[in-house]
């Protein structure tokens, strides 16, 4: 972006940096598109788990997903866990799964649980 002296120094907010901050903005999704394009390319058919209309993401489907990764001998990280990609639709929808063994009732009862429901309900909203 070019911005000349004359609007540079008339206007009201700091437009430079009001238009990087922009760029940066559009800069990280795009970068985000093309890193869930890639993931979602680099998946097999034997672990897409695909929801219909009105399904809602829960614990078990998390679930489901790990078994389908092992069953196909997926690598876990270096931790042992799985990574994937969500939406924070999709989170909204696995931290309001209130059925016995979902997400909230295995969380709830220790207090690193609860540190991560907390914070998980924080990031949902800072990204809204």
Known sequence: MSFSDILIETAIDPIVENAAKEMGYRAA???NSLTSSAFEAATTTATNIDLGDNEFF????ARQAVMSL???NAKP???GMFYGIM???VGFDLLNDN???GVIDILK???T???ELVAACRDIASSS
Do not use: E, L, M
């Open 29 to 31: 999704i795009t970068v």
């Open 58 to 61: 829960s614990a078990a489907t």
């Open 70 to 72: 092992r069953g196909v």
């Open 77 to 79: 990280k270096n931790d």
């Open 87 to 89: 939406h924070p639709f």
């Open 99 to 101: 059925t016995s063994g």
């Open 109 to 111: 009862h220790v207090q």
């Open 113 to 115: 649980g609860v540190d």
